[in-house]
C-alpha cells in the first residue's frame, strides 16, 4: 500500500496511525506509530479506547517517494508478558541490530515496556520472552548518542500510570503531587550494551523554568504529561514531549541528556483529537516533526493518523513554533 505523503497530510489512510516515532536508516525515513483499531468504543481517563494490537512499519525514500506500509511488524499474540494496548513505540540502532521498544500492560494490567529485535528496519521484530526488567509505564523513546551510549526516556501520566509510581513500586491508588508541588517529570535510565536490560535505576528528569524552579504539577502549559522525544541539536539537547490536558507539544534543553531540562516554549499548537504526539528527525539539510490528529476520522480520538510538516529552528537555537493547520489560517486572514 503506497500514498505520496503531503505536509500537514495524513501520511496513510488504508489505516489509522498515531504516536509516530521516525528514524533515518540505511538513507530512507522509516516510521514507527502505534496503529489504531477502527472501533467504535467509549473514550475515558484510563485510555481503554486506544486498544492497538499490532505495530506496521512505514517507510519512504524522501518526502516526494511514495510512502510504503511494510505490513505487521509485531502483534500482541507475539508478546508472552502482555495482555493487551501495544502504544507508543520507538526504534533505535546499534549493534548492527534494530531494535523495537514498546508499552502493553502485563497480566496483571501494570504498563510495562518489552524490546524486539530485527535485522532490518521494516521488521518483521522478534520480541523477548519478558519486560525489561524495572520498566514501568509508557512512551518509551529511545536516543543512541554521539559516543553509541543509548538512553531510554519514558513516562506517561493517567492510563500511563506515571503518578502510580512515586514511590519507586506501583501503587494503584496514587494520586499526583499537589498543584503547587513540582510536577512529575519523565523517567531516563542507561541502557545495557546489548539494549535489553537498563544498566541503572530508572531516574526522574527535572525540569524547570528560567530562574532554574521546577516546573509545578498545576503549570498544565509546561508540565511534562506524556510522549518524550530527545534528539539534539548544536550539541544540546532537546527534550520535546505533550503537555496533555492542553494538547500542546513543548520543549526544553540541556547539556546533559539526563537533565535537569529548562523549559523553552511550544512546538506545536493544538491538533484536531485530545492526544498530541511527536518525533523529531534530520533528513539531509532539513529538519522535520512527525506527529498525529484526528482530522481523517472526522475528530475520533482514538483513529488518528500521522503527518509530518517541516521543523525550522531559530538563530539562538530555538524552535519556531508551528501551526498544524496552515491552509486554515491562511484562508482566515
Known sequence: MTHLPKPNEPLVTHIYTADPSAHVYEGKIYIYPSHDLDHDGPDNDNGDQYAMEDYHILSLDNFESPVVD???????DQIPWASKQLWAPDAAYKNNTY???FPARDHDGIFRIGVATSASPAGPFDPQPDYIAGSYSIDPAVL??????????????????????????FVADAEGPALDAPAIGPRVALLSEDMLSFQEQPAEISIVDEEGNPIL???????????PWVHKYNNYYYLSYSTGTQHTLVYAVSRNPQGPFSF?????????GWT??????????????FYHDSSLSGGVNHKRSVKYTELKYNEDGTIQKIDPYPASAESAE
Request: aromatic share 18%; proline share 1%; net charge negative.
Open 264 to 272: 523553552k516554549g511550544e512546538i506545536l499548537s493544538p491538533v484536531i
Open 99 to 101: 531494535y523495537l521498544f
Open 70 to 76: 511494510h505490513g505487521q511488524a509485531l502483534h500482541l
Open 217 to 227: 504539577a498545576g503549570d498544565e502549559q509546561r508540565r511534562y504529561f506524556e510522549g
Open 144 to 169: 543512541v548518542d554521539d559516543d553509541n551510549q543509548a538512553y531510554i526516556y519514558f513516562g506517561g501520566l493517567w492510563g500511563g500510570q506515571l503518578e502510580k509510581w512515586q514511590t519507586g513500586t
Open 276 to 289: 498530541t504526539h511527536h518525533s523529531i528527525v534530520q533528513f539531509g539539510d532539513k529538519w522535520y516533526l
